[in-house]
T-cell receptor
Framework: KQEVTQIPAALSVPEGENLVLNCSFT??????LQWFRQDPGKGLTSLLL?????REQTSGRLNASLDKSSGRSTLYIAASQPGDSATYLC???????????FGTGTRLTIIP | DVKVTQSSRYLVKRTGEKVFLECVQD?????MFWYRQDPGLGLRLIYF???????EKGDIPEGYSVSREKKERFSLILESASTNQTSMYLC????????????FGPGTRLTVL
């Protein structure tokens, strides 16, 4: 059974700094790895999806990487802004399975 | 843009009541999902549906049932609400044909007294 872990549970960073969020998964037979953002009391918004055949995806100031051999994914945020403050969740999907397994998230606070 | 809507943002019910949570998506997606989210436990899948009238249990189906009579609508039913079902409930949809990006609704915060 796939298990997804995100450490740390919370992170505070001064505005303008670059930062990395970590995601670990136990099952290397992963089909894709997705990163979501969740604002307090709201639903999830998809940020990036990396297929198993890819190593990274970029969208604006965000870059996500996937290393299946080590069971790790990272989300890199460049030049952080207060509006980036949110909880970030990663989720993995297996081949032939529509279900996602979610991590418990990292709550990010950008300090102005 | 894909839009997933949920019938209520906040709901307060009493123990033993039958509760209906409704979810509607407007993008003709095949798959629809119901999750609950609790502090420290993350998102856990309750049920999902990959077609009209089709459903499959997720990780925590006990105490819940679902209905999908039309493609765009997926309902979560708490047959007899209990206090341990107090939670944030999130609905999602995805296009189908394997794992794909899921699009989430805004969530329903359910409190059972």
């Amino acid at each position: 059974k796939q298990e997804v872990t995100q450490i740390p549970a919370a992170l505070s960073v001064p505005e303008g700094e670059n930062l990395v969020l970590n995601c670990s998964f136990t099952d290397s037979a992963i089909y894709n790895l997705q990163w979501f953002r969740q604002d307090p009391g709201k639903g999830l918004t998809s940020l990036l999806l990396i297929q198993s055949s890819q190593r990274e995806q970029t969208s604006g100031r965000l870059n996500a990487s996937l290393d299946k051999s080590s069971g790790r994914s990272t989300l890199y945020i460049a030049a952080s802004q207060p509006g980036d403050s949110a909880t970030y969740l990663c989720a993995g999907a297996r081949f032939g399975n529509e279900k996602l397994t979610f991590g418990t998230g990292t709550r990010l606070t950008i300090i102005p | 843009d894909v839009k997933v809507t949920q019938s209520s943002r906040y709901l307060v019910k009493r123990t033993g009541e039958k509760v209906f949570l409704e979810c509607v998506q407007d993008m003709d997606h095949e798959n629809m999902f119901w999750y609950r989210q609790d502090p420290g436990l993350g998102l856990r899948l309750i049920y999902f549906s990959y077609d009209v009238k089709m459903k499959e249990k997720g990780d925590i189906p006990e105490g819940y049932s679902v209905s999908r009579e039309k493609k765009e609508r997926f309902s979560l039913i708490l047959e007899s609400a209990s206090t341990n079902q107090t939670s944030m409930y999130l609905c999602a949809s995805s296009p189908g044909q394997g794992p794909d990006t899921q699009y989430f609704g805004p969530g329903t915060r359910l409190t059972v007294l």
